[in-house]
């Protein structure tokens, strides 16, 4: 079973108004950190450009999970 739950949030595209650039570079990191933490024996959960809300919404209900299997 796994040791635990890797959730990895990738946000790669910005609404124009809040100045910030597209992390195109991004997807090739979030592989690699999928790839490792599998390789860790973690359950990996991608979740790709998510606004405040739905980050707020993804942690608490990763949180309200039954995490007592795990590890870590």
Do not use: Q, T, W
Not at 40 to 61: A, D, P, T
């Amino acid at each position: 079973s796994p040791c635990g739950i890797c959730l990895i949030i990738n946000n790669v595209d910005f609404e124009p108004a809040s100045e910030l650039k597209d992390r195109k570079g991004s997807n090739i990191d979030c592989e690699k950190m999928e790839k490792r933490f599998k390789a860790l024996n973690f359950e990996v959960i991608v979740k790709r450009n998510l606004k405040y809300k739905y980050i707020r919404h993804e942690m608490s209900s990763l949180a309200k999970r039954d995490h007592s299997a795990y590890d870590c």
